[in-house]
Structure formats: C-alpha cells, structure tokens
C-alpha cells in the first residue's frame, strides 16, 4: 500500500518534469530538422540527418552580432552592478552616517517598481541626451535595474562580515580603500558568485529596454534580434528552433555547472516584486 | 577607527554611484510618469497641460478596461495555479529521493528569456505542425483550434506558457520553506496518529503561511505587470483579445505616439500595483504569529 502511494506521488512528480522539459526538447530536436520532416515526421523522432548547418546558417545571417552585443553588455553591466552594489552596501553597513537607513530604504523601494511605468520617461530622457540607440543607455539601465535586487542579496552577507577584521586593519593603518578592495571584496567571493549568476540571467533575457531603446540593428542583443531574425526565416522551422537554441544554450550551460548558486539567486529573488 | 569610517567624503564616494543610478534611472522617471500622465503630448513636440483629462479619458476608455479586465484574470490564474504548485512541492519535500535534480528540471523554463519562450510557444501552438495540435490529432481529435488565432480562446492559450515558465520558480520557494519545518514536528504528529493529509493541511500550511502570503502578492502583482511574452506572442491581438494594462500601454506610446496617455496609463499601474500589494497583505494579515 505504501509502496503504491510513493509510485503514484512519483508518477505526479515525472509528469511535472515531462510538462517542464518536453517543449525544450522538441525544439532541440526540430532545430536539426528540414521543414519536410518536421511537417511529415514524427515530432520526437531523432532526425534522420542531423542538420547542424541549420546553426551555422543563422550564425552567419546574423545570429553572431546579436549573440556578441549581448555577451559584451551582460559583461558590462554585470561588473558595473556588482562593484556599485558592493560598494554601496560596504558603505551602508560598515561606514557611520546618519542617513544610512533611508538610503537603504530608497533602494528597497527600488524592488516594487514595476519597470513599465518608467519606460515612456526613460526613453524621452535618453532622447534628449542623445543615447537612444546607444548601447550605453542599455548597460546604464541594467545596472540601475539590477542594483536594489543586487544589494538585498549582498545585504545579509554583509552584516555576517565579522567587524575585528576592519577594526584591525584601520589600526594597521589601512585606508578605505585599501581595506574595501584589498580585504572585504576579496571576503565576499561567495555571494558575488551568485549575484554575477543572477544577473547574468536578467541581462541575458532582458527584452523590453532594449526593444525601445535600440533600433539599429548593429547594436541589438539576442533577445531583441530573434525577434527580427525570425520574421525573415518565418516558415523555415529549423532555422528559428536553431537561433532559439543559440539563444538558450549560455544560461543553460551556466545552470548545469553552477545550479546551486542559481537556486540560492532565485529564491533570493523571490523578494522582488 | 570611527573618525576613517564616518568621512563625509568617503561615505559619499562610495554611496553616490549607486545612489546616483537609482535616483536618475527608476525615481525620476517615476514622478516624470506622473507629470506626463497630465499632458497632451506626442513625445516630440510641445506638451501641453490638460490636468486630469487622460485619466477621464482611461475610465471611459473600454479597450484599458478590457486590458485590466485581462490582467486581472491572469492574476486569478496565477494564484490559483499555487495551489497546485504547493501540492507539488508537499509532494517533493516529503522525502522523494531525487527531489533536488527534479526542483532543478522544473525551474528550467524560469531561465529562458520571456522572447524565447514566447517563440517557441508559438511554434507548439502552431495549428498544423506544432507539438500541441500534432498531439491532439494523433488522439483522434478532428480540427483541433487555433490557439493563437481564436479570439476566444488566445488569451487562455496564453497563460500556459507563463504559467509553465513559473512553476519551478514557486515550488523551488516552497519547497525550500517546506525544508525548514523542523522534521521532530512531523514525527510527533505521526505518532499521535495524523494522517498525511492532515499533516499537509494542519501544520506544514500554517508553518509556510508566511512564504504562501509572499508568493500571493509576487503572483498578482507579477500577473498585472506582465508584459514581455504576451507582446512577442500576440502582440495583444487578435484585435484586442489578449491585450494587457502593460501591453495596452505600451502601443499607446511606442505605436501610436500618445506619450501623454500612455504615461497617465503607466502611473496608473504603478498605482494599481502598489494598492493591490497593500490589500493583498492587509487581506493576508496575520493575528497571531507561529513560532517554532
């Protein structure tokens, strides 16, 4: 009888699992297709011939340019996030000031803004400085973004920080800055680990700043140059299931090797509205 | 020691990028969201004051109704669907070996970006050769719909695939609060004869309520706001029929230049959002707190 109850709980749980994967794994598997087998075929049969110049054919259509404005801007603002971050949650928690509460109260705020309702604002006041489809505005925007989200995960790292470590080393004769780069940075390697981790999945999928900001094409990230890429390749199915994978293939590889940041990042973020 | 660490301009140099950053890039758009809300204004040419005209103009505006009226059915599914979401995550946290590899499988569709997702959806949707309909036809089904097309039906076709891109998001919360429970808790129910349901119902429920409570107003609250997926997928249509507050907003600006109105419509999700939370956590309000 119990054994019996654990097979069903077990049966519930695979077909979960099935829901979660199936769809990924047809698109895996028709983005090594020719439309022919994929309208004829059985959908989850392997393909009959294995079609990688499906990859390398959008590569080179454009896919390549994309992929790269997404790798340098996620890079870009991902050390921007967490150096700011660091260094404001440093000055929060460690220096002495009168006004240290509100500030951090400002940038948990930060955490309930829906971001559509600053959308129309941004985009005028980046028109008037000159930055719409400018990437700057993009990597300026996702720092900011990233910033409160960023620092509530530091938050808590922080204050576990034992104090004799900077009371000793300002005895010593150690300067701010010294002591912050030198000796506190170095010490939060953990949970930096897991705010690049985050981050980098923000930035990667962010669609809708980037959908208003840029319109060149040269300047584009993946997300935004699917979209575009796909209304050219619109009944070649391999093709599209070839750039959707490109698409997913970094923060799919990020998660198999460090999963466990992942979940710690996530449901850290489950405090952002 | 206290005179290095409280130097005015030290503290400053460390504070203002961040400061900085927040300040000019989420609260002053903000209340420019505010100001705009009551302009006549096409985002290039001049403004001009109209006071409250542009919120008259949305309460009389049946295409922002029909939106919210989306928004918040999606918000009723959505908390609905943690229900489920818990059950699965008992489920998982009840000793089931291998349970962290299959926390793992379910948060993979959280990780993909809203445009890929909503990419490949359209393609499981796809009434003759997308994964869905092929199914449907291979078990007899004769003209299975259009999802996508139907106006009916598009906005229900919708919620699938964001239902589908949370779920591991919810139970991975769950769950690792469900892990939390002290396990000499359970063991003593067990002894004095509580049946698995009424563990489930009785004592894992009340422990969790706080976790519960948050993920109600991340699950309204991300519904109202969403935004991403159902603009690649549908773009609101078929003619309106799977619109959205955010969706219809941002036509307004980015399609039909009404900066104006579209600003008043974003303020008044910003708005929306914000109440809902208060009552949401009024309505959830605990009397008396559980300790363990």
């Given amino acids: 009888m119990k054994k019996l109850s654990y097979i069903l709980l077990y049966i519930c749980l695979g077909i979960v699992a099935v829901f979660q994967l199936l769809p990924i794994i047809w698109l895996f598997l028709f983005s090594l297709k020719s439309n022919r087998e994929i309208f004829g075929g059985n959908p989850f049969a392997l393909p009959r011939e294995w079609l990688w110049e499906n990859y390398a054919k959008v590569w080179e259509g454009g896919i390549g340019l994309y992929f790269f404005n997404s790798v340098w801007i996620t890079v870009v603002a991902i050390i921007l996030t967490a150096l700011f971050a660091s260094m404001a949650t440093f000055a929060i928690t460690r220096m002495h000031w009168k006004l240290d509460k509100l500030v951090l109260g400002l940038f948990m705020v930060g955490l309930m803004i829906p971001i559509h309702s600053a959308i129309i604002p941004l985009f005028s006041m980046f028109l008037n400085v000159n930055l719409i489809d400018n990437p700057i505005s993009i990597v300026l925007t996702y720092t900011a973004y990233n910033l409160p989200i960023t620092m509530m995960i530091l938050l808590g790292f922080y204050y576990t920080l034992p104090r004799e470590i900077e009371e000793a080393a300002i005895m010593d004769g150690c300067s701010i800055h010294r002591l912050f780069f030198r000796i506190i940075l170095p010490m939060t390697t953990p949970v930096l680990s897991t705010i690049v981790i985050i981050n980098m999945i923000y930035n990667w999928n962010e669609f809708v700043f980037v959908n208003t900001f840029i319109s060149s094409d040269q300047y584009k990230t993946l997300t935004v140059g699917i979209q575009n890429f796909i209304g050219q390749y619109m009944t070649d199915w391999g093709a599209i299931g070839a750039t959707l994978i490109i698409s997913l293939l970094p923060i799919l590889i990020a998660f198999i090797f460090f999963s466990n940041k992942v979940v710690e990042g996530i449901s850290s973020s489950a405090v952002k509205g | ?271 929306i959002t914000l109440i809902v939370t208060v009552i949401v956590r009024k309505l959830t309000e605990d009397k008396e707190n559980i300790q363990y």
């Avoid at chain 2, 130097?7 to 927040?22: D, E, G, S, T």
């Avoid at chain 2, 290039?44 to 919210?68: H, K, P, R």
């Avoid at chain 2, 050769?129 to 199914?135: K, P, Q, S, T, Y």
């Avoid at chain 2, 129910?189 to 009424?198: F, R």
Wanted: proline share 4%; net charge neutral; no cysteine.
């Fill in chain 2, 1 to 271: 020691m206290n005179k290095v660490m409280s130097n005015k301009w030290m503290i400053a140099f460390y504070i203002m990028p961040a400061l900085l950053m927040v300040a000019f890039l989420i609260f002053i758009p903000l209340g420019l969201s505010a100001y705009y809300g009551l302009m006549e204004w096409d985002g290039i040419g001049a403004m001009e004051f109209i006071g409250m005209e542009n919120y008259i103009t949305a309460i009389q505006d049946a295409a922002f109704w029909d939106s919210a009226l989306h928004s918040f059915l999606l918000a009723v599914f959505s908390t609905l669907s943690l229900i489920v979401y818990l059950a699965i995550s008992m489920i998982l946290a009840s000793k089931i070996k291998g349970a962290d590899i299959l926390r793992k499988i379910y948060l993979i569709p959280m990780l993909l970006s809203s445009v890929a997702i909503a990419q490949l959806w359209i393609k499981v949707f796809n009434p003759a050769n997308g994964m869905l309909n092929r199914a449907l036809m291979w078990l007899g089904v004769e003209n299975p719909p259009a999802w996508l097309a139907n106006p009916d039906i598009v906005l229900y076709a919708i919620f699938v695939p964001i239902l589908w891109q949370y779920a591991g998001f919810y139970i991975l919360i769950y769950y690792a609060a469900l892990k939390n429970i002290p396990e000499s808790l359970i063991e003593a129910a067990k002894i004095d004869g509580a049946t698995p349901i009424q563990i489930a119902y009785r004592i894992k429920l009340p422990l969790i309520k706080g976790i519960v409570k948050v993920t109600v107003v991340l699950a309204i609250v991300g519904s109202l706001k969403y935004f991403d997926l159902i603009y690649v997928m549908t773009n609101g249509g078929p003619n309106g029929a799977s619109e959205v507050m955010a969706s219809y907003m941002y036509k307004l600006a980015f399609s039909t230049n009404e900066f104006g109105y579209g600003s008043a419509i974003g303020f008044l999700l910003l708005i």
